[in-house]
Structures are given as C-alpha cells and as structure tokens.
C-alpha cells in the first residue's frame, strides 16, 4: 500500500493555494498588520512582553468596530478576550467558537532563512508572510472578518455565539483558556458545540489529486511528558563505577524506544478511512471500505511510516537528556525526558504503567507533570459536524469532508465539560508543502485562502446560529 503514505498529508495541517492582486485585500492587509505585534509566548514566562498583547487588543478594537460595540467584551486574566453575541432566543444552547493570539518564537540562527522577516507582515506573490499566519491568527482574525461583515449586514443570531481567545496556548493554555473556561462557568454558560483550531482543507494528496480535503478533527491525541532520573555512584573519571546513571538512564531510554506501542485504529482514523473510500481508487477503496477485516493490517502499515504512524500508535519521543557537570566528573545524577502523545483510549496511568515495567529499575524514578482533560472524541454526526460540513460545501462544493484526529493539542481541552461535542477546524486550503513552516521557517497564507476561510467562518456562523 505504497500510497497510505498521503495520509500524512491529510494531518499535518497546514498549505494553500495562490491568488492575484494581494494587495487590494482589506482583510489580508488586516492579518499583516496583526502578524506585526510580537505575542510571542516563551517557555520561560519572564521573557514574555505582554505590552504586546495589550497593543493586540488594541488592533483588534480598531480593526472590528462593529463586533467590539456590540458584543459584550472582557478581558480575561488581562490578556485575553472573551466575546458574547447574544441570541434573539435566550432558550437555545449558544456555540463557541476559539482561537489564540500567541504565537510561538523564532528559533535563534533561523531568521536569516525567512524569505520575509517573520514579524514584518509582508504580503508578496499573492502571499502573507509572518509567523502567526497560519498558527493561529488567521484563525482569529478569520472569525472577527466575519462577525463584522455580518453585523454590517444586519445579522441576528437566533442562538448565542461566543468568541474565547487565549493569550497562552503555545505554552499550555493554563492562564488563558483556563481562565477564559472558568469565566464561562461562572456566567453559566454551556453550549451545543464548539469549534477551535487544528482542521483545514488539503489540496495535492495523491490518492484525491482533484479534490481537497477537509478534515474536521472531532478528536486529538492527549500529551504527557514522564522525567526518568537515574541515581548512583559518582566520582572522579579515573575510577568510574562499573555502571554509570549515564549508562544506566541510556540503556533505559534505548528499552523504551524499542518497545513502542502497538498500532490500532482508533474510530476517528477509522471514520476517516471510511469516509475517504467512496472516493479512492483500487486498492485503497476496498481496503477502507472492510476495515472489519483489513484494519489490523492497514494499521501496521501505517505504522511503519514516519509520517502516518502517529495516527495509529501512542507515540514515544525522547527529546531531553541532561548529566554532568565536567567530563572527568562521572554524575551522580541523569534525568531524561520522554514525551507520549496518546491516542484516545490510552490512559497516563496506562501508559506509566507500560514504562515502569519497561524500565524495571529501582535506581530509575519516574515522575510526571500530567495534562488533565484530554477531550472525548465528538459526534461526527452532530449538529456541529453538520453546519461545518455545510458551510465547507457552500464555498468548496467539490472538497471531501471527513472525521479525523488532530496529532497535536489545543486549547479545545479547557474547554471539554463547557460543550457537548469538540471540533476544530478553520476553513483554510493549505499545500502539504507548507508544513514545516507552522513553528517553523516561512510561514505564509496565501491570500485567497484565507479569504475563502473568512466565508467558510461567515457560513460556519450563519447555519450554526440559526
């Protein structure tokens, strides 16, 4: 099944189409200048420059006359914004809709590999360049074009909406949607369903070259880091002990990554697979079409590809080590990080249990800081999925729509006991080639896309309040 690789193609998220005359776009122009204010969330909390954030709302009260006098608007935990719509029927579940202003860094030494300066917001070759673009102010600015566009027209939403930005989400969400989540409770709000980032529409993978593909993610993998520290003796390099923490933590960091997770198709893949068959060629239409007999095999060989196994597997990552202090110094000490990023139905407790018995170390500690409410996987088909799949059907009548999982993690969890179903998608048309650019070297939206992406979003609002 040479071709199963378009799968990640599908997932990445991220790549678009080309357009003409960018620079007449207001809305374009708009996204430039947001890209130009630095919310750039750091790791390390002392670094970061809310002034930034401020001169963000600012922007946006400027930008979305019409939405800020209207809407009932808070700042919450200062930085960021909750937005009220009210709704002509005060009985009907309102729907929420989210997105974050925080963008991530620039990696040190890469900017001189930015065709455009990530931060200058430069709109060329039909293009808008910045970091943020994709991820995620386009996703911001794409829902405040499109209540503007319907306030000036008159627009009043049967059913409530809700707009919840946080400030924080490249760096856990704990002190935006958090707070924005407790905010809502406290005013007793609860919803049909809501939609945040992750899904977009896809052009130019191989299985469906005509078409594109949106993925509304009804689901996404949970995260959990453990840290692995190893004890033991230490002491001068002439006279090493006989087992080092060093080789002790090594050889139980190479046990873990030998021992990955089995692969299995979880019902989102599943869905998704079975969506997409109606659609496909031989072999791949009657392979997805009796996963009840072929889904063991298709899970195996995603498996055993770099860019679909995530998919199908609770991933295992080590991504940091850290040991002594001078190199004639054997350490006393070695900590190590792995990151899991889980599939829905793996459990932290299963998957510590699973690394406990790998490692089977007395000398070894293991310790975590777990992420708590990993969203359920959400009713593809409800009312939600619905009015998504028809707004993506008014503006790109020819794209597929299906179910999937998003790889990566969102805002979407503080908010999981607030709505009764979870997606996220924005209606943005992305190239697979674009994605190494979301966190990563020239990130860009073409501008047609992200005008597509407002009507999606207009339609999205429209069907969904009604």
Request: glycine residues 6%; negative net charge.
């Amino acid at each position: 099944m040479p071709r199963l690789t378009f799968i990640a193609v599908l997932v990445c998220a991220l790549f678009s189409r080309s357009t003409s005359a960018a620079g007449d776009s207001p809305a374009a122009l708009r996204l430039a200048a947001a890209i130009r204010i630095e919310t750039v969330s750091y790791q390390d909390s002392r670094r970061i420059d809310y002034g930034e954030f401020q001169r963000f709302h600012t922007f946006l009260r400027s930008s979305f006359p019409r939405v800020f006098a209207t809407l009932q608007v808070e700042a919450v935990n200062d930085h960021s914004l909750l937005l009220r719509w009210a709704g002509s029927d005060a009985t009907a579940q309102p729907i929420l809709f989210t997105a974050h202003m925080d963008v991530v860094p620039i990696e040190p030494g890469t900017e001189k590999d930015w065709q455009h300066p990530p931060f200058a917001g430069v709109i060329a070759d039909s293009r808008v360049y910045g970091r943020g673009a994709l991820d995620d102010k386009q996703g911001l600015l794409g829902l405040l074009e499109a209540a503007e566009q319907l306030l000036a027209e008159g627009f009043v939403p049967r059913r409530g909406i809700v707009f919840a930005f946080g400030h924080d989400e490249e760096i856990s969400g704990r002190h935006g949607a958090a707070a924005l989540a407790r905010r809502m409770r406290e005013l007793g709000l609860h919803f049909a369903w809501m939609v945040d980032e992750g899904g977009m529409l896809f052009t130019g993978n191989p299985l469906l070259p005509e078409r594109p593909l949106a993925m509304i993610n009804v689901a996404e993998k949970g995260y959990l880091t453990l840290t692995l520290e190893a004890t033991g003796e230490g002491g001068h390099s002439s006279n090493p002990p006989k087992i080092s923490t060093i080789g002790r933590l090594s050889a139980a960091l190479a046990r873990i990554e030998a021992n990955p997770f089995e692969p299995r198709l979880v019902e989102p893949v599943r869905a998704m697979l079975q969506s997409l068959a109606p659609h496909l060629g031989l072999p791949e239409r009657l392979l997805f079409s009796n996963l009840w007999l072929t889904g063991s095999m298709v899970a195996r060989r995603m498996a055993d590809d770099r860019q679909t196994q995530p998919l199908v597997r609770t991933t295992t990552a080590l991504t940091l080590f850290n040991a002594g202090v001078k190199e004639n110094v054997v350490p006393q000490r070695a900590r190590a990080s792995v990151n899991f990023r889980l599939l829905p139905g793996t459990t932290p407790a299963d998957v510590v249990q699973r690394i406990e018995a790998i490692v089977d170390d007395p000398q070894i500690a293991i310790s975590y800081d777990q992420w708590d409410n990993i969203p359920a996987v959400a009713d593809s088909q409800g009312s939600g999925f619905a009015v998504i799949e028809a707004a993506v059907a008014e503006v790109y009548p020819e794209a597929v729509v299906v179910p999937s999982m998003l790889m990566a993690t969102t805002d979407t969890r503080h908010y999981i006991d607030l709505a009764d179903n979870q997606y996220r998608f924005h209606g943005v048309v992305v190239k697979a080639q674009q994605a190494s650019s979301i966190h990563g070297t020239n990130e860009y939206i073409a501008v047609e896309s992200y005008e597509k992406s407002i009507e999606v979003a207009r339609r999205m609002l429209q069907l969904g309040a009604r």
